[in-house]
């Protein structure tokens, strides 16, 4: 409701008496998604009211006389309305919070009974959704052509052509190979993809032998294998050795295999790349159990705070980092730690020797380089080092070159109205991000070195409400009790029956630091509309993402083994639908995985009645402190195969787009090798 409908009900009221605006003020509020909407709503009551009488005819003078002390009021509360709705605003979480839990009291003195629903069985998806990723359907990919590789970002269905049908998975699907095997091998009915297998077995990225893919650790880059490939990498960079890189980003990455490797080398990785002429590089990367999530940098930033990552790596990722502004670029200048590196292996780097197998020039090459360094030097980048076919530079570990940057220099400095942390659908901008100098310890020069680092309370808890180090401190002792009392409920969790794990809906990452002895590596998400922690995380070196749970999540079908809720549709109920958030969880779990949800006891039933219409298991556990108001959901997903014998499938797009899309599209695809 706007001022304009109010102004239509105040025509047929007989007098705007003192309820009747103290109705519209309220409704004024509510329906007003931002706090200008209900200023401006307020300021346009009150020219109605100065204007129109009861009749909706323009006022006399007497009557203004008696409007104008009505206004007056009126726009005081307004004004004391909008001080307390900033007071709300600020303290909703802790509200939320404290209304939903109390209104579900102990069974003996409940309030509100637990929310029931209609028992729903959820059909099959057909046969070709077995590798249906919701928000990056190639299906979907016509609508968003362009010179850049926009088709590529999260294009998310209307609510109206969502699939509420259980994705099966391919035609002999079996358990994953467990870590470490995994990652020199898995099951090929897991990923049935021809395509890759045919286009990289030359560089050794992958081979089919017998039912399996064998991964022998070559890429284009590194035909010798990733093991030389990261050792002259960390001749090159000595802080990958001592712990002072923790955290690091590959874009373009393959099947990973440069993630693969460092695990050992205690630096996690978070491989990027879109679902593109590639197909299943990131399928391949989770099934191997290395970190993985699908993602492009084209118009809009990674789903990553600023000053996040410790490292960035490109190995013939064919980005073109200096097209459009360098906007690229840029974005992996956010993300980039103050002190970190970028590391780039690939045209043009060492173009003296690699031209003629780049079907180039060295003239064309020459000039690509030059336009690169200078690139790099005016984003405050130095040249760290060189040696073959890598080059490494090192982002400026303080201010100081961004205070003597010029105003007419390009790219210019970002203005303060930017916010660097804003990552959820938010435009990459044509400038700067420089660090808040405020924090001076955040720096990689700075930050304590891993392991220390996961148990230091990071300084970028200051920027979170109510962040202290007292309450870091008591999240992690709070953890390490839960994750213990959960491996009793479970006892897979902590063996290598269980790999990839998922915390819905983290606030410090306790959950995976409690977990960090154990052969697994956790996604910490953070919710786009949650107050942001996710700094925090990174500060902790560990690894996450933003992500709106009214949506698809960034990956493919049956990818994590673990996914643990903590209050999550407490949080979210009031925007996202149940059902939807449940049918992803459903999507992204491998068959016979596991889910943890700690839930309000008004929600439980629920749940469990659309998780049974999944094909889950479920029971229900107390909390490991025995609370009135909180159970445990302890549910399991069944293997099961579609009923539906179809053998023509999706077959992985390949044949599909080589054959059937248009000659355009095809073109903007293979530009964007990421």
Same mark, same amino acid.
């Given at each position: ?135 990056? =359907? ?108 923790? *955290? ?15 695990? =050992? ?66 974005? #992996? ?64 570990? =303080? ?47 700075? #930050? ?43 006892? =897979? ?61 960034? *990956? ?47 929600? *439980? ?63 903007? #695809? ?5």
């Amino acid at each position: 409701m706007d001022y304009v409908e109010l102004n239509a009900n105040m025509g047929r009221d007989t007098q705007a008496d003192g309820i009747t605006l103290t109705y519209i003020m309220v409704e004024l509020f509510n329906n007003s998604d931002q706090s200008w909407e209900f200023v401006y709503s307020c300021i346009g009551l009150v020219v109605v009211m100065t204007m129109n009488n009861k009749d909706g005819n323009p006022v006399t003078q007497p009557d203004k006389s008696r409007v104008l002390p009505m206004a007056i009021i009126f726009v005081v509360l307004c004004g004391f309305s909008f001080y307390m709705g900033i007071i709300f605003c600020s303290e909703k979480d802790k509200f939320v919070s404290f209304y939903s839990l109390k209104s579900v009291e102990s069974p003996k003195g409940s309030s509100i009974s637990p929310l029931q629903i209609k028992y729903i069985s959820f059909p099959e998806c057909s046969i070709d959704f077995q590798d249906y990723t919701p928000c990056t =359907d190639p299906r979907r990919w016509r609508k968003y052509i362009s010179d850049r590789p926009t088709l590529l970002e999260r294009h998310c269905p209307p609510k109206f052509e969502r699939k509420e049908c259980l994705v099966p998975p391919p035609d002999g699907y079996k358990p994953p190979i467990r870590w470490p095997k995994s990652r020199d091998e898995c099951w090929y009915s897991n990923v049935p993809n021809e395509w890759i297998n045919k286009q990289k077995s030359n560089q050794h990225w992958l081979k089919k032998e017998g039912e399996k893919f064998i991964f022998p650790g070559g890429g284009t880059m590194f035909p010798n294998g990733v093991g030389e490939y990261v050792d002259l990498m960390q001749d090159l960079i000595p802080e990958m050795k001592d712990g002072t890189v923790r *955290t690091a980003i590959d874009t373009g990455c393959g099947v990973a295999s440069w993630g693969g490797d460092l695990l =050992d080398r205690g630096i996690l990785t978070l491989s990027l790349a879109p679902r593109d002429n590639h197909r299943a590089q990131i399928q391949f990367a989770l099934e191997r159990g290395i970190p993985a999530i699908v993602g492009v940098i084209s118009t809009q930033r990674l789903p990553f705070p600023s000053n996040s990552f410790d490292m960035a790596h490109c190995s013939r990722c064919l980005i073109p980092w200096t097209e459009f502004g360098g906007v690229y670029l840029l974005e #992996i200048h956010r993300i980039l730690r103050p002190g970190g590196f970028w590391v780039l292996s690939g045209p043009p780097i060492n173009y003296e020797r690699r031209w003629h197998g780049w079907n180039s020039t060295i003239e064309a090459q020459r000039s690509d380089y030059d336009k690169l360094q200078e690139l790099l030097t005016s984003l405050c980048f130095k040249m760290y080092k060189k040696k073959g076919d890598i080059a490494v530079w090192q982002k400026s570990p =303080d201010n100081n070159c961004y205070n003597k940057l010029a105003r007419d220099t390009y790219p210019p400095k970002c203005d303060d109205s930017l916010e660097p942390d804003s990552a959820w659908y938010t435009p990459i901008h044509s400038c700067i991000v420089v660090p808040d100098p405020k924090f001076k310890i955040s720096g990689l020069s700075s #930050i304590s070195k891993w392991p220390k680092r996961l148990h230091v309370t990071p300084e970028r808890i200051s920027m979170v409400h109510r962040g202290s180090a007292s309450a870091f401190k008591h999240d992690e002792s709070k953890w390490k009790k839960q994750a213990a009392y959960y491996k009793k409920l479970i006892p =897979d969790l902590g063996t290598d029956k269980i790999r990839n794990v998922m915390d819905m809906n983290t606030v410090y990452g306790g959950f995976a630091a409690a977990l960090i002895n154990d052969p697994i590596w956790v996604m910490n998400v953070v919710s786009s509309y949650a107050t942001n922690t996710l700094p925090v995380v990174f500060d902790r070196g560990l690894i996450g993402t933003f992500h709106d749970w009214c949506e698809a999540f960034s *990956t493919y079908p049956r990818t994590y083994d673990l996914l643990h809720l903590d209050g999550l549709f407490t949080a979210e109920s009031h925007r996202c639908e149940m059902k939807n958030v449940l049918l992803e969880m459903d999507r992204i779990l491998r068959p016979r995985g596991y889910a943890i949800i700690c839930e309000s006891i008004y929600y *439980t039933d629920a749940i469990t009645t659309i998780a049974n219409g999944m094909r889950w298991d479920c029971h229900k556990e107390d909390t490991e402190n025995g609370s009135d108001i909180q159970r445990i959901l302890i549910c399991q997903k069944k293997l099961w195969y579609s009923s539906t014998q179809e053998t023509k499938c999706f077959q992985r797009e390949g044949i599909e787009l080589q054959g059937g899309i248009s000659f355009p599209l095809r073109a903007a #695809i293979s530009r964007t090798s990421l």
